[in-house]
């Protein structure tokens, strides 16, 4: 199983980006699956995640700027960032949620916030 997260790029402060994780999987409608995000020498964190039905959590960094949504037929999933901190730098990845443990990891896609 490949998880192929593209998207990411330099933004300044206040920006939008889009990010898309497509997932090589012909069950990927059943797994709830969740953006994670790693900072050099910090541990990887879920930032947002979203169930097979749809509903969705975040953590309280991103609540309200980031929205994460899902096209089961495309098997591919999305990370709307809005309103981009400084902070939200990092490298973004998918996988299921909320342990990541579901599949081997991508290589992530780079985001870099400028203030």
């Known amino acids: 199983v490949q998880l192929q997260a593209s998207g990411g790029g330099l933004v300044q402060a206040g920006g939008s980006l889009r990010l898309s994780c497509t997932a090589s999987l012909s069950i990927f409608s059943l797994n709830a699956w969740g953006w994670f995000r790693q900072d050099p020498g910090k541990q990887r964190e879920l930032v947002a995640q979203?169930?097979?039905?749809?509903?969705?959590n975040y953590a309280d960094s991103v609540k309200g700027r980031f929205t994460i949504s899902r096209d089961n037929a495309k098997r591919t999933m999305y990370l709307q960032m809005n309103s981009l901190k400084p902070e939200d730098t990092a490298v973004y990845y998918c996988?299921?949620?909320?342990?990541?443990?579901?599949?081997?990891w991508g290589q992530g896609t780079l985001v870099t916030v400028s203030s």
């Open positions: 996988n299921t949620a909320p342990r990541g443990t579901g599949y081997k």
């Open positions: 979203i169930t097979s039905g749809g509903a969705t």
